[in-house]
């Protein structure tokens, strides 16, 4: 369980994407201080992504992945050298400044309009229709593991406004239009919509 608070950047510095072992990719990531305390089993969300820790040596950390999490996510299309957005599992106790995020990517838009301001940043994103039927003005969304607040939404796209903190603290600097991200739709909205 996640909150969609990123706690720092990570740096892939390897990536296998064919493997000995049954997994469909490995990737090596630097994670720095995030890695302190950060033990083999434990969960980490990667863009959003849930991934187990398999090996881990000064400050980093070695993550495997199935065909399913290089399909459904963006992860599959990153090279050496590119940052990710980190967040370690919340901890019993811990605050709860997001929402509550499985790490469990429902699929992926695409970043259709980016539009700069003085004090924000306005992104529309476009998703697959079945995708779109779970996003609500003014809830929940989870984009690359980034817990948002959807500001908008016209048929199949949607808009989130970045304050320039997160665009500093997380990926978000660097996209561009036409990119992927991965989306974890809001899962007290996706049972509401299951009950009815």
Known sequence: MFTGIIEGLGTIV????KTKTRSEAKMKISLGSL???????????????CLTAINIVKGMAEF?????????????????????????SLRLGDRLEGHFVLG?????????????????????IELPKELSKHVTKKGSITIDGISLT????????FSVSIIPHTMKMTNLGSKKVGDKVNIETDILGKYILSEN
């Open 104 to 124: 469990h990517v429902d699929g992926s838009g695409i970043i259709s309009k980016i539009n700069k301001q003085s004090n924000q940043v306005q992104i529309w």
């Open 150 to 157: 959807i500001v908008d939404k016209i048929k199949n796209k």
């Open 64 to 88: 495997e992945m199935v065909g399913e999490t290089i399909k459904k996510t963006n992860l599959g299309s990153l090279e050496n050298g590119d940052r990710v957005n980190i967040e370690r």
């Open 35 to 49: 890695a302190k305390g950060l033990q083999v089993g434990d969960s980490v969300a990667i863009n959003g992504v």
């Open 14 to 17: 390897r990536f296998d994407k």
